[in-house]
């Protein structure tokens, strides 16, 4: 049987890997990387080449590289669109590991971030396991995650003591989910959703390319701050061509004045 490992890198600086992930990248006989199109995106993965040459020696590995299929950006069948994108993206790996993976070798999947949290590879690689019963084993290391750094580079807890954390997306902030939670927060933005609802009594606390040496950080009540974020958000995205960002809303508690 081959086996394919998905291993979380972190948020993208190479010192946030684990030793767990270090170690299960020494094992692996094949890399394969999906590589995103645009303006930008070739620094992705420019990074897993950097993580690859500082973990493991010259010729010790291959890597194998293809074009990751882009997803269509209909609103109105969101999952619908995003099961075909995982379809496609699962038949591609399914024709690299056959062709490139012998019987008793290991491949490996570079994961940005962390595999469990808001990412695709763990539902594509078991699409992979249905199509072909028997015929590949997973193993999922996990990362520290960009949500881990963001309150560690702002130096608060994720939640207050005793209260909730609701991990959300854009999408969904704005369809009302930080209704009567205290502490939201949101990945998969890139397109500054904070500047679309009522800021509230809400502290924001935001950071991107965290652990990168493009990190940008800002925190501040959103009302104040919220509109020259979203131009943090839009310059940074026009000055690298992509941004990954996250951000924790954080609800300030009011004290009711004494009668």
Same mark, same amino acid.
């Given at each position: ?15 946030? !890997? ?9 094992? $692996? ?19 897993? =080449?950097?993580? !690859? ?23 109105? @069948?969101?999952? @619908?669109? $995003? ?16 062709? =490139?993976?012998? #019987? ?9 971030? @962390? ?9 594509? !690689? ?36 005793? %209260? ?15 209704? @009567? =939670? ?5 990945? !998969? ?36 701050? %919220? ?5 943090? $958000?839009?310059? #940074? ?18 004290? #009711?004045?004494?009668?």
């Amino acid at each position: 049987m081959r086996k394919i490992c998905l291993i979380g890198m972190g948020p993208g600086g190479l010192k946030y !890997l684990t030793a767990q992930a270090i170690a299960a990248l020494r094992k $692996v006989d094949v890399f394969f990387l999906l590589e995103k199109q645009g303006r930008g995106k070739e620094a992705l993965g420019d990074t897993r =080449h950097r993580v !690859l040459d500082l973990y493991r020696g010259p010729g010790a590995y291959r890597v194998v590289t293809a074009e990751s299929p882009p997803r269509a950006r209909a609103q109105d @069948d969101y999952l @619908d669109v $995003v099961a075909d994108w995982h379809a496609r993206k699962a038949e591609i790996f399914a024709a690299l590991f056959d062709e =490139h993976l012998a #019987e008793g070798q290991t491949g490996g999947v570079l994961v940005w971030g @962390d595999p469990a949290l808001y990412d695709s590879s763990i539902a594509i !690689l078991r699409r992979v396991q249905a199509q072909y019963p028997g015929r590949f084993e997973v193993e999922v290391t996990p990362a520290v995650s960009s949500l881990n750094l963001l309150a560690a580079r702002h130096a608060i807890p994720l939640h207050e003591i005793g %209260g909730d954390l609701l991990v959300t997306t854009a999408r969904r902030l704005l369809a009302g989910a930080a209704k @009567d =939670h205290e502490s939201v927060a949101v990945m !998969l933005d890139s397109n500054a959703a904070f500047a679309q609802i009522a800021p509230e009594d809400f502290d924001i606390y935001w950071g991107a390319y965290l652990g990168t040496e493009h990190e940008v950080l800002a925190s501040g009540p959103l009302g104040e701050i %919220g509109p020259a974020l979203a131009e943090t $958000v839009r310059r #940074e995205k026009q000055r690298l061509g992509w941004i990954l960002d996250i951000y924790l809303l954080r609800r300030r508690h009011v004290t #009711e004045p004494a009668s």
